[in-house]
């Protein structure tokens, strides 16, 4: 059974790393593994081994072992052989540097992860662009592209895209020149699957075909064509197009 946990952000508000799901990430995650820890890719992020620092530090406080894939000389020695992870956190920064990385470096680990997370082998954690990657595509970011990907490939988990970090019109800065509403609404010119606007605060579980969100902001779904509708916290949304 697959089962996806997608966070919008690192951080909400003046919260620290982390804080505001801490609760969701243990119970995700169930009880600590000894013999099989989380295995984390940093490849999102301009420094791999700061990111990787940060996030085994506050897996640690909640009882988690960690190790980062780019301790291994080879990304695909991580999966050679028997499981030896209880899941995956793929982190946030650049998703155009992370698809750079999962596909360049040294060896394409793309499918490997695909089919551990499809088949239920291991759980998934993405957070703000490890979030995006789950989807079918990388194209609903507002990210620089601090690397040209091989594609815009994401690992397909889902069948919609996220827009993590949404924040609506009414609640934009005055003197924001596009709003992430309209840069939505300009990606259904072109493309066709549905967007979930995710606010800093929330996450999305999944468990097979139920998708559930939870946080204390509603998100905006956006369809090609239509207008868009507000999703409530813990409402099981469907997204089909």
């Known amino acids: 059974m697959k089962q996806l946990l997608l966070i919008s ?10 804080e505001h799901c801490e609760s969701v990430l243990k ?8 013999k099989k820890p989380i295995l984390f890719i940093p490849y999102a992020a301009g420094d791999w081994d700061v990111s990787a620092k940060k ?4 897996f640690s406080k909640l009882g988690y072992r960690m190790k980062s894939i780019h301790e291994y000389a080879l990304p695909k020695e991580a999966f ?5 992870f209880s899941a995956i956190v793929v982190g946030g920064g650049n998703v155009f540097r992370l698809r750079y990385y999962l596909k360049h470096f040294h060896h394409d680990i793309t499918e490997i ?26 194209k609903t970011v507002i990210d620089m592209p601090a690397l040209l990907p091989p594609d815009f490939n994401g690992f397909d988990f889902i069948d919609f895209q996220l827009n993590p970090r949404f924040v609506s019109s009414s609640q934009a800065s005055i ?16 493309n066709d699957l549905p967007v979930v606007g995710l606010p800093e605060a929330n996450w999305l ?37």
């Open 9 to 18: 952000s690192y951080y909400s508000g003046n919260g620290g790393y982390l």
């Open 80 to 84: 050679s052989g028997r499981v030896k």
């Open 175 to 190: 003197g924001m020149q596009e709003s992430c509403e309209e840069c939505i609404r300009d990606y259904h010119w072109n």
């Open 27 to 34: 119970s995700f995650l169930g009880p600590p593994d000894n």
């Open 55 to 58: 996030a085994i530090a506050k």
């Open 205 to 241: 579980t999944l468990k097979n075909e139920d998708c559930v969100m939870y946080g204390p902001d509603p998100a905006l779904i956006f369809k090609k064509g239509k207008n868009p509708v507000w999703w409530s916290n813990r409402e099981n949304g469907t997204l089909k197009r």
């Open 113 to 138: 992860v695909k089919e551990n997370i499809n088949d239920g082998t291991l759980r998934y954690v993405g957070i703000h662009a490890g979030s995006v990657m789950a989807c079918p595509k990388i």
